[in-house]
């Protein structure tokens, strides 16, 4: 598997970034349903400091020393070696997590950062991290297309090494025909957010294995945790091979994310407001496009824009019906609504609201 292979979930350096399945409770939003979709409510921004007090609560809550930071892939670099031989000389480990070693260049490996939150060293790294991470969420960051720098803090009680197998387990995912592998974005936090709306609760539980709750600071600056669903925030260190088992469904809808990362960034990224209704609506839109007969990557991502700016049924709607009915089999979707300009498409969004107000 090269740097261009196909990987899933929001993938390469400057895709961006999906996040739902979210349901507020008490500052931290917390991941739920696998079957539905709602984006969360923005809540006042919290300092550095506070989210940092938050972390240090949960390795107190779970019983736990230290957390564990999962970086982005190398390429985006995140830290300078050098900017971590202070924490090494604390004696916290710092290691890079090898995917597929073999076949998989190092610039797309994540690290993964011990830090004892009760050291002003391990401190002072964690506040920078947070700092990374609403940068690349922040609207002049999803512009630059940068990447997310930072993934998740993971707390565990198993052992640095076991902790790290689990990891470079998940990552790598087995295509049910036997015959491909792929690579899960797991240290994109929007990505993550994407992968564990789709899975079921025994693939959670797996995804999870010795991890007790798995955090990202998500796009409005609060954090968002993923627990194993019959763990209840226990970090028991139970075993798991960490191999999810997705059916084709599954790997049809991890294809998407991408898309809605894309749309969702672009919004975003231009000072566009995202109508929560239309985001948690994407993934049934983009099953949609799949009967239309739509497969091209790039056309797929143009229909998630329009989906997001105009109302996620907007293929509902008896013009786009009749465009995508009619449309010839070999035809892309861009080439198909091609005619329809901004008085037309005013027209359809006036006829989606008047439709949600009967």
Known sequence: MSANDERYGGVECGVRRFMSNVQELGGTLVLDSPHESVEATPQPAQSAGALVDALRMQCKALDLEH??????????????SSELDPLRRIGATVAELPLQPDRVSRDYWPSLIELDLGHPVAHAVCES????????WSP???????????GAFLFSSVPFERLARHLATAFVQQRPDGAAQRLLTLADPAAFEGIWRICNPAQRDRLLGPI???RTLGRHGV???ARRPEQNGRADGTASDGQLAF?????????????????WAQMRGAGKRVDQRAFA???????RAQGYGLNDAQDIERYALDALETGAEFDQHPRIQRL?????????????????????WAEIRADLAACQRV
């Not at 002049?140 to 930072?150: D, M, N, S, V, Y």
């Not at 059916?247 to 749309?263: E, F, M, P, S």
């Not at 009915?325 to 037309?344: M, N």
Request: glycine share 8%; net charge negative; aromatic share 8%.
């Open 67 to 80: 957390c564990v930071l999962l970086t982005g892939p190398a390429v985006l670099e995140a830290f300078a």
């Open 129 to 136: 991290a947070i700092a990374m991470a609403l940068e690349d």
């Open 140 to 150: 002049e960051g999803l512009k630059a297309a940068q990447g997310h720098r930072i």
């Open 212 to 214: 007790a709750v798995w």
């Open 223 to 225: 954090w968002c945790e």
């Open 247 to 263: 059916d084709g469904d599954q790997w049809r809808a991890l294809a998407d994310v991408r898309a809605i990362n894309r749309a």
């Open 281 to 287: 609506g994407l993934p049934a839109s983009l099953r």
């Open 324 to 344: 995508l009915r009619e449309r010839p089999a070999q035809q892309y979707y861009s080439r198909t609504i091609a005619d329809l300009g901004p008085s037309d």
